[in-house]
């Protein structure tokens, strides 16, 4: 019994490691729609994960430093919603996936969901 937990505790570790570095090693659109774009769901995952994590880190910065709101997600958004406005922008702007992933995610956001006046 003692060995089954051992076991399942290092699975879950390498799993949750792993979906980590795949996610900080996304640097450029082109990485980010490959992932969102992909047919695997643990790609599609680290994907999500990249853009909340960049919906977080904006958030922080912003209380922190008191910048201006680039857009606003309302509570009624869902993450499938999140997920399918970035996707669209990188399918409808290939020409801009070579700057950085965490500048795409925050102009699909601006114009998927802009800021309330």
Do not use: C
Not at 15 to 39: C, D, H, M, P, R
Not at 58 to 73: A, C, E
Not at 74 to 100: C, D, F, M, S
């Amino acid at each position: 019994m003692r060995l089954k937990a051992i076991v399942a505790t290092v699975t879950i570790l390498v799993v949750l490691f792993g979906g980590l570095a795949s996610a900080s090693e996304t640097e450029s659109g082109i990485e980010l729609y490959e992932l969102l774009a992909s047919k695997n769901p643990y790609s599609r995952f680290v994907g999500q994960s990249y853009i909340f994590g960049v919906i977080d880190t904006t958030h922080s910065i912003n209380r922190v430093w008191h910048l201006p709101v680039k857009w606003t997600i309302t509570p009624e958004v869902t993450n499938g919603q999140i997920y399918e406005a970035v996707k669209q922008y990188l399918e409808e702007h290939p020409e801009e996936r070579n700057q950085t992933a965490y500048s795409l995610v925050d102009k699909a956001l601006g114009g998927a969901f802009p800021p309330k006046k």
